[in-house]
């Protein structure tokens, strides 16, 4: 059947109607009309579709259209030379035009000078290429203010082949408030950046994937790399030039211990310097967490921490040195009065919980002090370490040998089981203490004067056993040295004693208690009184007449012994003046002994001289005698006094001559006038060859350096007979004389000289008999 879609409406028509003239006779008429009737109707909806298409196309362009127009963002249709021939409402306004001006407007001349030609350069790409661009450029002209905008170009349509694009479509962003956004952000990291430079420690910024997000210049210069070179690398390679994290006993890695523990961590590494030396490096890892605290990252710091270390070490060893020096003898290393002190109390409070004693024992060394005068501290230093290490060699580990300063030590005997154990221990002392002491190949002797108090028989307190075993020292001294001594309770009422006496002394001087007694010097060959010795009494109200060795060591304690000396030295030469004027001892001198805190005045001579002068005496009527070790622990200091004494005609000779060290040398440098043999020497004359061999010495050593030479202490006629074979001249002790009161010893002159003969004077040596300046 014949197809009659493709005719056209009038067509059809015309058909139908010469259908209906010529088929009228036609059997098929009425199916012939049926068919025609269907095509219509669907004619009719086709044209009706049709239109329906047509209204929604223009619909859709009109929804396009406002689409386009009022876009948020711009869009433009470009020609090759940058005209606008199309914008959106959006594009107009950014771009500060009418949207009736495209036909003139040209958007390379409104771009910033210089990015008209990039975008003429874009436009052609894209229209040669096909291929989208997109530029960033700027928008406005000086004065007005540069807007940045980021063009996507592409071709608006694929032209057919042979023939050249003419528009390109643009789409406009203004980036402006992005870029100033990114300005700022660049801005603080370059500020941050120059921060953590300025840090002097390495700082890395590591990811979790140990690669390095940041460094520091010090960084960068540790691992010898710049951050183009460590951009991506990972800690361990940059830093270790290692393909793995480090991870062994010198090299714990903190960046691993920090993503798995989340906080902060501090590790040291020991690496090898390049002088060979270790060195000590302290890493700290933190985490780095973002906004919702998720750790991202760890910030790594390293700091060289060797000298710190160092400083570190020395700073603590000197603080252990100081605790020590505040704690301990410097020179023996034993504990001091503070810790001695401590212990004492820990011994008492555990003695008192497991009900047990404690034994304190107070030494004193014999003899330390005239060793430590004549030979010098050096010498007396090495005797006290010497006698602390015999200390310690002899007591348990757990008791306590301290020095509580000069030549006194404690032993603090802990646990002590029976009493009689202190005693053992102290006696094992005594005994070690009487073997020689080596200093310089010298042996020097020096014994142990031991005092003991008992807890708690003789007290529970620190201060209590302390003093009570100081008191039974002192008697252990009192009762000849080189021994022990338990505390008794008589020795409180010594101490006492002790005090009380110290308090009478202040006062004697101003009561007139003190008294001279004068004791003759005789020569040996003729009889006669040579010279006379005056020495102190105290007249004690209550005790009675007390002798110089029970009050001036106390004397010299406290400070008196300096008025005591200056009312010694004017008694004796006002007595010296009051026998010259009656006519007695004309070629004799007064002797008087000065102490050690005497001969330390600068101005003793002018002193002396002051008081001689005040009572009109002849200056070499009178004589001073000085002890020997002081006078060997002070050559110089002596040496100016003892020439200043001589110019004004006043002997001065040592006494208790042989007791302390004198060197040759010392005694041609003092230019001393006269020796006198200590009574010790002359006591076991002549039987003891010792004493025989020390006294010939002394005699011959007065003789070879013409010095005078007196021995005191005589009290035999057989010691008398022996000096004077030996050659000395004169001699002093009770085989002629006991000390005399002033009356008693002017009868003792007048009869000695009555009973004498009168004898030519001798001559012919500095111990020559006959007159003689004293």
């Known amino acids: 059947m014949a197809d009659f879609r493709d005719l056209s409406d009038h067509a059809l028509s015309d058909l139908l109607a010469a259908l209906r003239r010529e088929t009228l006779d036609r059997a098929d008429h009425g199916r012939v009309v049926q068919d025609l009737q269907v095509h219509q109707i669907e004619l009719e909806m086709q044209n009706r579709e049709l239109r329906e298409a047509q209204q929604a196309l223009e619909e859709s362009r009109d929804t396009y259209a406002d689409l386009y127009d009022f876009a948020p963002v711009a869009y433009a249709t470009l020609t090759r030379q940058g005209q606008v021939t199309r914008m959106n409402l959006t594009a107009a306004e950014l771009l500060g035009v009418h949207r009736g001006q495209t036909p003139h407007l040209f958007l390379a001349a409104r771009l910033a000078p210089g990015d008209g030609r990039v975008l003429l350069c874009a436009l052609a790409r894209v229209l040669e290429s096909g291929e989208e661009e997109a530029i960033e450029v700027g928008l406005g002209r000086p004065p007005r203010p540069r807007r940045d905008l980021r063009l996507v170009i592409r071709r608006e349509r694929r032209p057919p082949p042979g023939a050249v694009p003419a528009q390109c479509r643009c789409a406009l962003f203004e980036i402006t408030e992005i870029r100033q956004a990114q300005a700022a952000v660049l801005a603080q990291q370059r500020f941050l950046q120059s921060i953590i430079d300025g840090v002097a420690d390495p700082i890395l910024v590591i990811g979790t994937d140990y690669r390095i997000l940041l460094m520091n210049m010090a960084a960068r210069q540790a691992a010898g790399a710049s951050a183009a070179t ?17 991870d062994s006993a010198d090299h714990p890695c903190p960046v691993r211990q920090v993503l798995a523990g989340g ?23 933190s985490p780095l967490r973002d906004a919702t605290g998720t750790v991202i990252g760890v910030i790594e710091s390293a700091r060289d921490i060797t000298a710190h270390l160092a400083l570190t070490e020395r700073l603590q060893e000197r603080e252990v040195q100081l605790e020590h020096l505040a704690q301990h003898d410097p020179l023996t290393g034993l504990p001091n009065r503070l810790l001695f002190t401590d212990r004492l109390h820990q011994a008492i409070l555990q003695a008192h919980r497991e009900h047990r004693g404690v034994a304190l024992l107070f030494i004193d060394l014999d003899g330390f002090k005239s060793i430590n005068d004549s030979l010098g501290h050096p010498a007396g230093d090495q005797v006290l370490q010497q006698a602390a290490a015999r200390m310690r060699a002899l007591v348990r580990e757990g008791d306590t040998v301290a020095r509580l300063g000069g030549d006194e030590f404690t032993i603090i005997i802990g646990a002590l089981e029976q009493d009689n154990d202190a005693g053992l221990v102290a006696h094992k002392l005594i005994e070690a203490f009487r073997q020689p002491f080596t200093v310089t190949a010298r042996s020097l002797y020096v014994t ?25 020292m002192y008697r252990a001294k009192d009762q000849g040295r080189d021994t022990l001594r338990f505390y008794t309770e008589d020795m409180t009422a010594r101490a006492f004693a002790q005090v009380a006496m110290e308090s009478d002394l202040r006062q004697a001087l101003a009561r007139g208690e003190f008294v001279l007694h004068y004791q003759p010097e005789i020569e040996l060959a003729t009889g006669r009184i040579a010279g006379l010795e005056a020495l102190i009494r105290w007249q004690h109200p209550e005790r009675g007449l007390v002798g110089p060795d029970q009050f001036i060591p106390l004397a010299e304690s406290t400070g008196l012994i300096v008025p005591i000396s200056a009312w010694v030295v004017r008694t004796a030469a006002a007595q010296m003046k009051q026998w010259r004027d009656q006519g007695f001892l004309a070629d004799a001198a007064v002797w008087v002994n000065l102490s050690s805190r005497d001969l330390q005045n600068r101005g003793l001579a002018e002193a002396i001289e002051g008081m001689i002068r005040e009572v009109g005496l002849d200056p070499r009527a009178l004589a001073v005698e000085i002890t020997e070790t002081w006078i060997m622990a002070n050559p110089e200091s002596a040496a100016g006094n003892i020439q200043r004494l001589q110019t004004l005609g006043i002997e001065v000779g040592i006494d208790d001559f042989g007791t302390g060290y004198s060197s040759l040398a010392a005694l041609k440098q003092l230019a ?43 009290e035999t006629q057989a010691q008398a007979d022996f000096l004077k074979r030996e050659g000395c001249r004169i001699a002093q002790g009770y085989l002629f004389s006991r000390p005399l009161p002033k009356t008693e010893f002017a009868a003792y002159v007048r009869d000695q000289t009555a009973a004498l003969p009168d004898l030519p004077a001798v001559t012919g040596g500095p111990d020559a008999a006959g007159p003689r300046p004293r």
Not at 230 to 246: N, Q
Not at 266 to 284: F, N
């Open 263 to 285: 906080t902060a961590v501090t590790v040291i590494h020991r690496h090898r310097g390049a002088d060979g030396q270790p060195r000590w490096i302290e890493l700290i890892g």
């Open 230 to 246: 460590t951009a991506g690398l990972t800690c361990h390679r940059a830093t270790h030039g290692s393909d793995s994290p480090c």
């Open 672 to 714: 001393v006038s006269e020796l006198k043999i200590d009574r010790s020497f002359v006591a076991g004359l002549p039987e003891d060859a010792a004493g025989c061999a020390i006294a010939r010495a002394v005699i011959a050593l007065s003789q070879a350096l013409g010095i005078k030479v007196v021995a005191e202490g005589v």
């Open 448 to 472: 142990a004067s031991i005092g003991i108090s008992l807890f708690p028989q003789d007290g529970t307190a620190v201060d209590t056993l302390i003093r009570n075993a100081d008191a039974a």
